[in-house]
């Protein structure tokens, strides 16, 4: 993604570092450790309850979001390496902590509880971003691969 005006000579202050830079990766690594800490150690050690049932399903809420962005994107008929038009943007629906968010919001509302497993999809998110994979950018040109199709930045 090409950078703006306002970040590369901001009204006041020096330029915005890029986003992968390493402070960024380290932030989102951060909370990925605080993530874990949180549902395997505070949950096990001070709450006392850890049922395996919980733990497969972090596992599959850890999963969840390659499998929603990229299975629908394999059975598509684009070419090998591509990417359909569409396929950014589900991409980042599935990536997004704001996304997750809701969700967690949501469930924690209908269930009135801390629904546990759902961290396992904000853990998957924090290490993509820890790893220097970030949210995707749209193409002009339908099949044609985004910009950071061939690994993290």
């Known amino acids: 993604m090409a950078e703006t005006e306002v970040q590369r000579n901001p009204r006041w202050g020096p330029e915005f570092l890029p986003i992968g830079s390493w402070p960024y990766r380290i932030e989102y690594a951060a909370g990925t450790v605080a993530i874990l800490a949180v549902v395997f150690g505070?949950?096990?050690?001070?709450?006392?309850?850890f049922p395996v049932s919980s733990v497969l399903l972090f596992v599959f809420f850890l999963a969840l979001p390659d499998l929603v962005a990229f299975v629908p994107m394999g059975l598509s008929r684009v070419p090998r390496g591509s990417w359909p038009s569409w396929g950014p943007a589900v991409y980042n629906v599935t990536h997004s902590l704001l996304t997750w968010s809701g969700v967690f919001l949501l469930g924690w509302l209908?269930?009135?509880?801390?629904?546990?497993?759902?961290?396992g999809w904000a853990a998957h998110i924090?290490?993509?971003?820890?790893?220097?994979?970030h949210l995707r950018a749209g193409s002009e040109t339908p099949g044609a691969r985004p910009r950071e199709f061939m690994g993290p930045s």
Do not use: C, K, N, Q
Not at 110 to 116: A, D, H, M, Y
Not at 126 to 131: E, G, K, L, N
């Open 42 to 49: 505070w949950r096990a050690v001070i709450l006392h309850e």
């Open 126 to 133: 924090t290490v993509d971003r820890a790893v220097g994979y």
């Open 110 to 119: 209908v269930t009135g509880s801390i629904v546990w497993p759902l961290f």
